[in-house]
């Protein structure tokens, strides 16, 4: 079987382009995720300018300037960091808009694995709140102690999506009992 010769051969040079240019364009602007940040971003302007202009330090090091020597490592010297307030930014809004965005508190995403689920499950069936017999039972696989079991059954409690089901399961056993 022949080798196949020549694989440049239909490539041809595009004149018309920077190459150079092109990789430098690519290369230094950096991708945004926030918005309030990318909304005020100037293109024309290198990261450090922008980040000025915004109030925000590109290098935090260089903003607080702490003392480096060996007293102040030890903790026997009182240590004040120097920051330069004096500049106000250009566009302060951004500052305020993640001030206002960080005060929003996020969401806490509780989530339990089924498997654990269903060893809270089973224990609760079998002992109700005798967490010294299910620390004995012979499905605690990682030997858990009481009061371990007592938090993951407490955490499986607090999380409403998960509990919710065992709850009305439970619900609808008792209703055909009686």
């Not at 960080?102 to 809270?120: H, L, T």
């Not at 299910?134 to 993951?152: F, G, L, S, W």
Request: aromatic share 8%; charged share 40%; proline share 4%.
């Amino acid at each position: 079987m022949g080798k196949v010769k020549k694989q440049k051969r239909h490539l041809k040079f595009r004149y018309d382009e920077d190459r150079k240019k092109n990789w430098k364009k690519a290369r230094g602007m950096p991708t945004i995720k926030c918005a309030e940040i990318k909304k005020a971003w100037d293109e024309t302007k290198s990261v450090k300018q922008n980040l000025q202009e915004m109030g925000i330090s590109a290098d935090p090091n260089a903003t607080l300037k702490i003392p480096r020597s060996k007293a102040a490592k030890m903790g026997q010297l009182d240590v004040t960091m120097e920051v330069d307030l004096e500049k106000t930014p250009l566009k302060d809004f951004v500052i305020k808009d993640l001030e206002e965005k960080s005060k929003i508190p996020g969401r806490k995403k509780m989530s339990m694995s089924d498997e654990d689920a269903g060893f809270c499950v089973h224990m609760m069936d079998k002992y109700g709140e005798n967490y010294k017999a299910m620390a004995q039972d012979e499905r605690n696989y990682y030997q858990e102690t009481p009061k371990q079991i007592q938090r993951k059954i407490n955490r499986f409690k607090s999380i409403p999506e998960v509990y919710n089901i065992y709850a009305e399961a439970r619900q609808g056993e008792a209703s055909r009992l009686t």
